[in-house]
Nanobody, 124 residues
Framework: QVQLVESGGGSVQAGGSLRLSCTAS????????MGWFRQAPGKEREGVAR????????YYAGSVKGRFTISQDNAKNTAYLQMNSLKPEDTAMYYC?????????????????WGQGIQVTVSS
């Protein structure tokens, strides 16, 4: 099983930026898709962005498009989520996830491996 560890969360004021990192270990050669998800208190977990690790193709949820950027450094087995122009509604626990299949969806059921999550808090 792939192990995923997130870092880079914290607290920031509205309009600020944060960069999350997700480092994978064990069986990293098998990963074809990495994604970021988030879950706010009292809400369901939602997909934020995904990246095809082979070709670099990306996809974003409408709520973050234009503000968030997902990227990767294959040499470091690390995916990033650069979050700019943060809003209080971006406050949530953010999770990194990965799977070995075709990278075409942000449905969480498609992702087999998950990190522990990291908190992002945006104050107004």
């Amino acid at each position: 099983q792939v192990q995923l560890v997130e870092s880079g969360g914290g607290s920031v004021q509205a309009g600020g930026s944060l960069r999350l990192s997700c480092t994978a270990s064990r069986y990293t050669y098998s990963i074809n898709c990495m994604g970021w998800f988030r879950q706010a208190p009292g809400k369901e977990r939602e997909g934020v962005a995904r990246i095809n690790t082979a070709g670099g193709t990306t996809y974003y949820a409408g709520s973050v498009k234009g503000r968030f950027t997902i990227s990767q450094d294959n040499a470091k087995n690390t995916a990033y989520l650069q979050m700019n122009s943060l809003k209080p509604e971006d406050t949530a626990m953010y999770y990194c996830a990965a799977h070995r299949g075709y990278c075409y969806t942000l449905q969480e059921t498609a992702f087999s491996d998950w990190g522990q999550g990291i908190q992002v808090t945006v104050s107004s």
